[in-house]
């Protein structure tokens, strides 16, 4: 079962390039999340999203875009990079059925703005 | 709103020890609560969860937490550390199907 794939695993961008972080999931989940993870501060919620075409702002939206078209994938788009969105980047994905919501995470995205 | 705050960022045991790491947690309505656990350039796996079933929930791995409303708490606990517990630990709080939020975590180190 291959559950929440991220790609890529590593990148370096320059300040002002842009680029798409990938995230599908195969668990048919409706609800996918983005988040981003400092050393010493946890995990922010940047975007989340409740099903296809439906996206709302986290705690850290600013500098990031989202698109969820179908159910499986929620790309996270970075227009001008910023060393300040130098981090690990988190998708995961649950499902709202259960009350509990249970969130799968990937195996994340380093990022590096230089 | 909900709110967790895990106390200590570092802990350190030997191998052997009983672990102990700290959640507490604000909600305004009754919470649901987990634990999740991140090895070293990995996600997070969940660990272990409350949802209003049992106040004392066994996870995997040895471990376990206890809800205590009265001290709004959910502490993790392990009789034994093993080497292999190594890893950063979370606490996260949601009231129900929104998203989760997460404490700063807790860093374990098990020493030989």
């Known amino acids: 079962n291959a559950g929440v794939t991220q790609t890529p695993k590593f990148r370096i961008l320059k300040i002002g390039q842009s680029m798409t972080l990938q995230c599908t999931q195969d668990?048919?989940?409706?609800?996918m999340y983005w988040y981003r993870q400092d050393p010493g501060m946890g995990l922010k919620l940047i975007y989340y999203?409740?099903?296809?075409?439906?996206?709302d702002k986290g705690e850290v939206p600013n500098g990031y875009n989202v698109s969820r078209s179908t159910t499986e994938d929620f790309p996270l788009r970075l227009e001008l990079a910023a060393p300040s969105q130098t981090s690990v980047y988190f998708c995961?994905?649950?499902?709202?059925?259960?009350?509990?919501?249970?969130?799968?995470f990937g195996a994340g995205t380093r990022l590096s703005v230089l | 709103a909900q709110s967790v705050t895990q106390l200590g960022s570092h802990v350190s045991v030997s191998e052997g020890a009983l672990v102990l790491l700290r959640c507490n947690y604000s909600?305004?309505?009754?919470?649901?609560l987990f634990w999740y656990v991140q090895y070293p350039n990995q996600g997070l796996q969940l660990l272990l969860k409350?949802?209003?079933?049992?106040?004392l929930v066994k996870g995997i791995n040895g471990f376990e937490a206890e809800f205590k409303k009265s001290e709004t708490s959910f502490h993790l606990t392990k009789p034994s550390a093993h080497m292999s517990d190594a890893a950063e630990y979370f606490c996260?709080?949601?009231?129900?199907?929104?998203?989760?939020?997460f404490g700063k975590g807790t860093r374990l180190s098990v020493i030989a």
């Open positions: 995961a994905s649950s499902t709202p059925g259960l009350v509990e919501n249970i969130q799968y």
């Open positions: 668990m048919n989940h409706n609800y």
């Open positions: 999203s409740v099903g296809a075409g439906i996206t």
């Open positions: 909600s305004s309505v009754p919470p649901y």
């Open positions: 409350y949802t209003s079933a049992a106040t």
């Open positions: 996260a709080v949601t009231p129900g199907n929104t998203p989760l939020v």
